[in-house]
Protein backbone atom coordinates (compact mmCIF):
# COMPACT_ATOMS: atom_id res chain seq x y z
CA UNK A 1 0.00 0.00 0.00
CA UNK A 2 2.54 2.39 0.72
CA UNK A 3 4.25 1.81 -2.90
CA UNK A 4 1.04 3.01 -4.45
CA UNK A 5 0.29 5.89 -1.98
CA UNK A 6 4.34 7.11 -3.00
CA UNK A 7 3.54 6.55 -6.48
CA UNK A 8 0.64 8.64 -6.87
CA UNK A 9 2.40 11.13 -4.60
CA UNK A 10 4.86 11.01 -7.42
CA UNK A 11 2.38 11.47 -10.16
CA UNK A 12 0.92 14.42 -8.50
CA UNK A 13 4.25 16.15 -8.19
CA UNK A 14 5.23 15.45 -12.01
CA UNK A 15 1.73 16.92 -12.61
CA UNK A 16 2.37 20.36 -11.36
CA UNK A 17 4.09 22.89 -13.58
CA UNK A 18 7.59 23.94 -11.57
CA UNK A 19 6.76 27.53 -10.57
CA UNK A 20 8.79 29.98 -8.34
CA UNK A 21 5.96 29.88 -5.71
CA UNK A 22 5.81 26.57 -4.88
CA UNK A 23 9.57 26.21 -4.90
CA UNK A 24 11.57 25.07 -1.95
CA UNK A 25 13.75 27.58 -2.62
CA UNK A 26 12.20 31.03 -3.54
CA UNK A 27 13.36 32.24 -0.22
CA UNK A 28 17.29 32.51 -1.38
CA UNK A 29 16.80 31.99 -5.21
CA UNK A 30 18.30 34.51 -7.33
CA UNK A 31 16.65 33.57 -10.38
CA UNK A 32 13.04 34.11 -8.75
CA UNK A 33 11.02 35.33 -11.63
CA UNK A 34 13.59 35.76 -14.22
CA UNK A 35 13.41 32.55 -16.38
CA UNK A 36 11.15 33.20 -19.59
CA UNK A 37 7.99 31.43 -20.35
CA UNK A 38 8.67 27.52 -20.85
CA UNK A 39 12.31 27.82 -19.71
CA UNK A 40 12.46 25.11 -16.56
CA UNK A 41 14.84 25.57 -13.70
CA UNK A 42 17.13 23.01 -13.25
CA UNK A 43 16.75 24.02 -9.21
CA UNK A 44 13.42 23.63 -9.16
CA UNK A 45 12.16 21.21 -5.95
CA UNK A 46 8.76 21.27 -5.02
CA UNK A 47 8.19 22.40 -1.32
CA UNK A 48 6.76 20.02 0.28
CA UNK A 49 5.31 22.06 3.70
CA UNK A 50 2.46 23.48 0.48
CA UNK A 51 -0.25 20.94 0.37
CA UNK A 52 -2.41 20.75 -2.96
CA UNK A 53 -6.66 20.28 -2.27
CA UNK A 54 -6.30 16.65 -2.98
CA UNK A 55 -3.54 16.05 -0.34
CA UNK A 56 -5.72 17.77 2.37
CA UNK A 57 -8.82 16.12 0.99
CA UNK A 58 -7.05 12.81 2.00
CA UNK A 59 -5.48 13.32 4.92
CA UNK A 60 -8.78 14.43 6.29
CA UNK A 61 -10.32 10.89 4.80
CA UNK A 62 -7.96 9.31 6.42
CA UNK A 63 -8.11 10.86 9.92
CA UNK A 64 -11.45 10.25 9.42
CA UNK A 65 -11.20 6.17 9.09
Given amino acids: MC ?5 DEEDRMAEQKPMCVICAWR ?11 GEK ?14 EEKEEKEEEQD
Avoid: G
Wanted: aromatic fraction near 6%; include cysteine; glycine fraction near 0%.
Fill in 41 to 54: CPEFVRDVTIKIEE
Fill in 3 to 7: ESKTS
Fill in 27 to 37: ATCQKQFSLRA
